[in-house]
């Protein structure tokens, strides 16, 4: 996932980010979701994603993702 990757600066992350959660198809699919059945976390990043809020949505990913790998250990 671009987001959390190494990789790439936090340049190339937000411009991504920017590209995707600006595209008709994700808008109009998130815009169709039933997000009312999602979990809370869940519901928040998805509203941070429509409202294109990247440093908001950024930290909910390394969060999930480091909470996911600390579950594992």
């Known amino acids: ?17 920017m590209e995707r959660t600006s595209d008709p198809y994700f ?8 997000c ?7 519901r928040i990043l998805l509203r941070a994603m ?3 809020q990247f440093l908001l949505s950024w930290m909910l990913i390394t969060g999930f ?7 594992l250990k």
């Not at 996932?1 to 980010?17: A, D, L, M």
């Not at 808008?27 to 039933?34: F, Q």
């Not at 009312?36 to 869940?42: I, V």
Request: overall charge positive; proline content about 7%; hydrophobic content about 35%.
């Open 1 to 17: 996932f671009v987001v959390i990757s190494p990789e790439f600066t936090w340049r190339q992350k937000r411009e991504w980010f």
């Open 27 to 34: 808008r109009n699919l998130c815009a169709s979701y039933p």
């Open 36 to 42: 009312h059945k999602l979990p809370a976390k869940q």
């Open 50 to 52: 429509l409202r294109r």
């Open 65 to 71: 993702t480091r909470l996911r790998r600390d579950k």
